[in-house]
């Protein structure tokens, strides 16, 4: 038995929701093939040149798997092929599509045994390799589709939320940022007056999504609790964000933990044009990156 996936990438947080909200997109994607095996072994190959792990236990989808297998007392195994188009290191879910697509695939061979939560139980353990945090709002979005609420991660309870007819724009310049060194230089308390803002946001946007006001997802599209600290580690953020803003996107920021940065825009005009701006501005200082434009998948 044997199943093709097309993964997508994700965009995580956006901006107000650090770990809670995320977006599947249309491009980048992975594909990756998954086919059962009669022993017990789990063996993982990649058709790309990033140098990933091999080694089950070191691998993203590898270690999802491996916990499949002992949490479900599986006498089978799998060979996963990975093709990875998403970069790693991006900030666009690159861990999460491997680790999802792991779980999801893995599912799809057993005869649909699992729930959608739990595959995202499942493939948190990948995102927990790759970053040392169990994080669920790439994945999330991985598994269900368009627009997710990590409600709660232990329990996993998701909400899916609707999926606004939005385009976007993100660039991948290429600087390193390591999720868990973008984790690590987080406060780790806050204030409450930042707080009350932050949630304010966060219900703004929730609510803008699921009322398919646009206005108010743009006003909502604020950070005053990461952002501030990580748009350090991006070269050119604030200038991106205040182009982007002037070409007529609603927001944006970080995608994730960086570097890429995103922005969502009404008119596919006007997300082309900020995707020639988001070049230029790299262009200029020698930065090579990569854009693309996409919709909520
Ligand atoms: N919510 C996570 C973070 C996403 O911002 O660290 C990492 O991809």
């Known amino acids: 038995k044997k199943i093709r996936l097309k993964v997508p990438a994700t965009v995580a947080n956006l901006v107000c ?6 977006m599947a997109i249309h491009e980048p994607y992975d594909e990756m093939e998954l086919r059962l095996l009669e022993t017990p072994e789990i063996i993982i ?20 798997l491996l916990k499949i297998q002992e949490e479900l007392n599986l006498k089978t195994g799998f060979e996963v092929i990975i ?7 991006s900030g666009l879910g690159s861990s999460a599509a491997s680790a999802a697509g792991a779980a999801f695939g893995a599912n799809e061979l057993l005869g649909n045994i699992l729930t959608k939560e739990e595959l995202v139980y499942f493939a948190m353990f990948g995102e927990e390799l790759a970053s040392g945090v169990k994080h669920a709002d790439n994945i999330a979005p991985c598994i269900f ?28 310049p290429q600087v390193e940022v390591k999720t868990s060194d973008a984790r690590q230089i987080l406060k780790k308390n806050i204030l409450l007056k930042d707080a009350i803002e932050q949630w304010g946001n966060i219900a703004g946007l929730v609510a ?6 646009f206005g108010l997802v743009g006003r909502s599209l604020n950070d005053v609790i990461v952002e501030p600290i990580r748009s350090i580690l991006i070269p050119k953020f604030n200038e991106i964000k205040e182009k982007s803003l002037e070409l007529g996107a609603l927001g944006g920021g970080i995608s994730g ?16 044009k900020i995707a020639e701006m988001m070049k230029s501005v790299y262009d200029e200082i020698n930065i ?10």
């Open 17 to 22: 929701g650090f770990d809670i909200l995320g």
């Open 288 to 297: 090579e990156s990569f854009v693309y434009v996409s919709k909520i998948n």
């Open 83 to 89: 093709h990875k188009k998403i970069k790693p290191g």
């Open 45 to 64: 190959k990649h058709t790309d040149n990033f140098r990933l792990p091999e080694e089950p236990s070191k691998n993203v989808a590898g270690v999802v």
């Open 145 to 172: 589709g368009g627009i997710t609420l990590v409600k709660s991660s232990n329990p996993v309870d998701i909400i899916p939320l609707n999926s606004p007819d939005l385009f976007v724009t993100a660039v991948h």
């Open 257 to 272: 933990s960086g570097p890429s940065i995103f922005m969502l825009s009404e008119k596919e005009e006007i997300s082309h």
């Open 208 to 213: 803008g999504i699921q009322k398919n006001d």
